[in-house]
């Protein structure tokens, strides 16, 4: 099992920036860390849960949603095994719930996002 940890969140006034990590830990947390997609999701009140940016461990590719392009920057510190999320120029429309999500292993292959940090509240104030 992995276990994810977001850390970070709070509130902040818009137009701030705010720094998200999600600690990871557990059964073959290196193999996934560097292998598979890690990812953060957000949901605010009376909204679905929408992917905001991933980041791919073998290839180093990212992904990002239009809405936070050019704000948000995800990446990997490998030495601490963290996946971290720096949101900048942030804005009341950011106010949410953030999760970290990481692909699980089948067959020693990346899946589906199996494991779930417990999620953290940001909140921006404008």
């Known amino acids: 099992e992995l276990v994810l940890v977001e850390s970070g969140g709070g509130s902040v006034q818009a137009g701030g920036s705010r720094k998200l990590s999600c600690a990871v830990s557990?059964?073959?947390?290196?193999?996934?860390?560097?292998?598979?997609?890690m990812a953060w999701f957000r949901q605010a009140p009376g909204k679905e849960r929408e992917l905001v940016s991933s980041h791919d461990g073998r290839n180093m590719s990212t992904y990002y949603a239009d809405s936070v392009k050019g704000r948000f920057a995800i990446s990997l510190d490998r030495a601490k095994m963290t996946l971290d999320l720096q949101m900048n120029d942030l804005k009341s429309e950011d106010t949410a719930v953030y999760y970290c999500a990481a692909q699980g292993l089948i067959g020693g292959r990346c899946s589906t996002f199996d494991y779930w940090g417990q999620g953290i509240q940001v909140t921006v104030s404008s």
């Open positions: 557990g059964r073959f947390d290196g193999y996934i860390f560097n292998t598979c997609t």
